[in-house]
């Protein structure tokens, strides 16, 4: 049986980042043998393009993204031999999801978005700098926040959100409101063009991520991996998609999990 094409995708805070200080440079060992033989990485993230952008700049990554939980797949120019870079956008926008949120707020639901924040108040909150917060603020489909309700009203604010066609998913960090969309959305779009650059030679996509919020990027995937974290022992997947789990936590879990990957399926 030949080699298949792997596909990487990879969820970022917590996993490919350290939950803490945002670093990778504990999975730099996987990222250059990952680089090296030529695998896709597919960054797929609660983060926006804009923060993105940086990443991807850091790591010398070339490959297409998914940002916001989905929102949208961003392909570089000419990767799928497009002339221009391309955006393909999924679920609802922000504007549609700020204005569900504002009539929840005046009906009593008790939140704190980043809508409510200035960009000093978020760095404050996630440690990142103000520069990078900004970007953090400049999104398209969704809109994180801090409950401050009780368990019972975030029940109550979820139902209200279905009603409207949003959703609500829990990050490693914040909740997500956002259209009926998800990270699996745009992983299962650009398996779908590498399946078709490749053909008819086998494609294995390996999905990575340490929260419910990749729940769905993980289950779509061929080959599961749990990278533990905060909310990992809440990701519980379907009996048929058993996970690998790592031992360590966010990059040193990762580096752990995709060297090993690497060795069995021959690169």
């Avoid at 000419?78 to 955006?87: D, L, R, T, Y």
Wanted: proline residues 5%; charged residues 25%; aromatic residues 8%.
């Amino acid at each position: 049986m030949p080699r298949p094409h792997l596909i990487l995708f990879t969820d970022l805070d917590g996993t490919l980042l350290d939950h803490e200080d945002y670093s990778w440079e504990a999975a730099r060992p996987a990222l250059a043998r990952v680089k090296a033989a030529g695998i896709p990485l597919i960054l797929n993230s609660s983060k926006t393009a804009a923060e993105i952008a940086v990443l991807r700049n850091e790591l010398g990554n070339g490959d297409p993204y998914i940002v916001e939980n989905g929102a949208a797949v961003v392909i570089p120019a000419g990767i799928f031999g497009n002339s221009s870079e391309q955006v393909v956008n999924f679920g609802a926008s922000r504007a549609v999801v700020l204005s569900a949120l504002g009539r929840l707020r005046a009906a009593g639901a008790r939140f704190r978005g980043f809508e409510d924040m200035s960009a000093e108040e978020l760095a404050d909150v996630t440690g990142l700098d103000v520069t990078a917060a900004s970007r953090a603020m400049q999104r398209h489909g969704t809109e994180p926040l801090i409950w401050e309700g009780t368990e019972e009203e975030l029940l109550q604010f979820e139902a209200s959100l279905a009603s409207d066609n949003l959703r609500l998913v829990q990050g490693g960090r914040f909740w997500h409101a956002m259209g009926i969309f998800d990270k699996a959305d745009g992983a299962r779009f650009l398996l779908g063009k590498y399946q078709e650059r490749y053909g008819r030679e086998p494609v294995l996509a390996i999905a990575l991520g340490d929260s419910p919020n990749d729940q769905g990027m993980l289950e779509a995937s061929d080959v599961p991996v749990v990278i533990r974290g905060v909310n990992s022992e809440s990701v519980q997947l379907p009996s048929d998609r058993r996970p690998i789990r790592s031992l360590r936590s966010g990059p040193e879990g990762w580096n752990d999990c995709v060297l090993n990957l690497l060795l069995e399926y021959g690169y």
